[in-house]
């Protein structure tokens, strides 16, 4: 695949954004954990719902910040979020709020999948061809290179730096990007048309930029639609649901030639494990010196004002000193 013209049409950024803080929202979310069928019971992942999946930390505004330092050239913003929006963002040019209810049909509402909701983003109206979508927590890292990221009819990836996944069936334990490797790799399995000479990775993908194209969402949604209808079922995330954005579109592009591997210098910090301060301070000295960087917040048992959450802000601080135009306050 040869690269992408870096001077070709601008580059949307799609952003999923959740203040879980916020009690009213909470609230929705406690009433659909008692709605739920003992079958979605069953079938909740491991962490589907725990309080650092949806906890806000200010990590938006600080992707934001990244993004004008490392992105300038970006295209349109688009913010996805459940009828929210963050209290210090302005009402500027070049960025546009997206509520749920005008990507995902109303009886599928209200869902607290992301992956259920990243199913729809390629959905929004006048997105780019070519669009990068983040979690909050995610963070471009130093000056974007398009040619790194998109190739002339495809896009780049990376594998995470994560264990081996085992080639076994689903497990309820394992977590659900697991899950959704092997649920990924079950389906291509099953084509007849498979690229002759694919060799299946059980491996999962790095907590990066996600560099996507909008018509191969679209022709992949018409050629499995089972799929998509699966992880559209969900109300939280679950283990035996796929992750389309996040694994499935990644994976069938790398067996059909869309895709192709690249090692991007990146770095994930996970708050809650023990060392988690101290991946925080190796992540502050790399500053500029890694592609990409998700901050993922799994201090599940974190109170407001735990100094594990203020740390994260000190070190995003200390990475990104200046507010970026999208900030009002």
């Known amino acids: ?10 580059i949307d950024i799609v952003y999923l954004w959740v203040n879980g803080n916020d009690p009213a929202w909470r609230a929705k979310r406690q009433r659909a954990v008692e709605q739920l069928s003992p079958a979605h019971r069953h079938a909740m992942a491991a962490y589907g719902n ?54 995902i049909p109303g009886a599928a509402l209200p869902v607290f999948d992301s992956g259920h909701i990243e199913s729809y983003i390629h959905r ?14 995610v963070f471009f890292g130093a000056p974007v290179d398009l040619a790194h990221w998109f190739s002339r009819d495809g896009v780049f990836v990376a594998w995470s730096d994560d264990p081996l996944v085992s080639d076994e069936p689903l497990r309820p334990d394992a977590t659900a990007l697991e899950n959704a490797c092997r649920l990924s790799q079950q389906w291509l399995r099953g084509q007849p048309a498979l690229p002759a000479g694919y060799q299946p990775t059980f ?3 790095a907590h990066a930029p996600r560099p996507l194209r909008k018509s191969l969402l679209l022709a ?7 799929m998509f209808a699966r992880v ?8 035996d649901k796929p992750a389309i954005v996040s694994d499935f579109v990644l994976r069938w592009a790398l067996a059909h030639g869309l895709a192709q591997l690249r090692d991007y210098s ?26 990409c960087f998700c901050i993922n917040d ?6 407001p004002h735990d100094p594990r959450l203020a740390r994260v802000r000190e070190a995003l601080q200390q990475m990104f000193p200046h507010p970026s135009r999208f900030e009002c306050v």
């Open 1 to 10: 695949m040869e690269s992408e013209d870096c001077n070709a049409s601008a």
């Open 232 to 239: 559209r079922s969900t109300v939280f995330r679950c283990w």
């Open 50 to 103: 725990v309080e650092g999946r949806f906890r806000d930390n200010d990590e938006l505004r600080y992707s934001l910040r990244a993004l004008e330092q490392f992105f300038p050239g970006h295209g349109h913003i688009y913010l996805v979020t459940d009828g929210q929006t963050p209290a210090w963002l302005g009402q500027v040019a070049g960025l546009t709020v997206v509520d749920h209810r005008a990507l």
């Open 124 to 137: 929004i109206p006048g997105l780019s061809e070519r669009y990068f979508y983040l979690n909050d927590d």
């Open 220 to 226: 992949l949604e018409a050629r499995a639609p089972e």
């Open 203 to 205: 491996r999962t993908f």
């Open 298 to 303: 799994t201090t599940d048992d974190a109170h």
């Open 266 to 291: 990146h770095l994930y910090v996970s708050t809650g494990e023990a060392d988690g301060m101290a991946q925080l301070d190796r992540l502050v000295a790399a500053r500029g010196q890694v592609d």
